[in-house]
Nanobody
Framework: QVQLVESGGGLVQPGGSLKLSCAAS????????TDWYRQAPGKQRDLVAR???????NYADSVKGRFTISRDNAKNTVYLQMNSLKPEDTAVYYC?????????WGQGTQVTVSS
């Protein structure tokens, strides 16, 4: 059974930092493209960052220079380091692992940026 478990969310002040983790069981992250998405209340779920199985990365324009996605193959975990957080970064953040004919989601972790 495949499970993706996100953690690391919470309440942070504007300008602060958080590091999200997505730990996988049942799959090998190094063989999947893995994404972080986020969804704010009343809005669609948007792609934030992607790390390809080969290690390349992509970012949404809104987070470039502030967020960094990374992967630890030994721990089978993908991270999202979020710096210089803004109130508009407030959302539920989801981890997604996919490859042809396979697509897995975590349950999400809440990030709230507020003073």
């Amino acid at each position: 059974q495949v499970q993706l478990v996100e953690s690391g969310g919470g309440l942070v002040q504007p300008g602060g930092s958080l590091k999200l983790s997505c730990a996988a069981s049942g799959i090998d992250f190094s063989m999947y493209d893995t994404d972080w998405y986020r969804q704010a209340p009343g809005k669609q779920r948007d792609l934030v960052a992607r790390i390809f199985s080969g290690g390349g990365t992509n970012y949404a324009d809104s987070v470039k220079g502030r967020f960094t996605i990374s992967r630890d193959n030994a721990k089978n975990t993908v991270y999202l380091q979020m710096n210089s957080l803004k109130p508009e970064d407030t959302a539920v953040y989801y981890c997604n692992a996919r490859r042809p004919w396979q697509n897995y989601w975590g349950q999400g972790t809440q990030v709230t940026v507020s003073s």
